[in-house]
């Protein structure tokens, strides 16, 4: 599976960024898709999945702010990002799994590249 990510950039606190990932190679209705982002500095960590059957699950930091979803006919998985802060500055990081949602770096069985997400304050 590749997965290729998109989206990123600088935007003001508040403001919104819509990621995208392009998943090749396989169907991404087939596998658990998620992201996961690693600020500077600090661990990657969990943010968004979105399992086999459309169930969404976010951390608590940005829930109600940020919105994963599937296209299965695109063959790609999103992440829409309202009310951002600085501290969602990051590198964003699309990842599949095939099996349970991934909370951890070390479950995610393949990983997109990172795309950059910078929120000025």
């Known amino acids: 599976v590749q997965l290729q990510a998109s989206g990123g950039g600088l935007v003001q606190a508040g403001g919104s960024l819509r990621l995208s990932c392009a998943v090749f190679?396989?169907?991404?209705?087939?596998?658990?898709m998620g992201w996961f982002r690693q600020a500077p500095g600090k661990e990657r960590e969990f943010v968004a999945a979105?399992?086999?059957?459309?169930?969404?699950f976010y951390a608590d930091s940005v829930k109600g702010r940020f919105t994963i979803s599937r296209d299965n006919a695109k063959n790609t998985v999103s992440l829409q990002m309202n009310s951002l802060r600085p501290e969602d500055t990051a590198a964003y990081y699309c990842?599949?799994?095939?099996?349970?949602?991934?909370?951890?770096?070390?479950?995610?069985?393949?990983w997109g590249q990172g795309t950059l997400v910078t929120v000025s304050s």
């Open positions: 990842a599949a799994r095939n099996g349970a949602v991934p909370s951890r770096p070390y479950e995610v069985g393949y």
């Open positions: 190679g396989r169907t991404v209705r087939n596998y658990v």
């Open positions: 979105i399992n086999l059957s459309g169930n969404t």
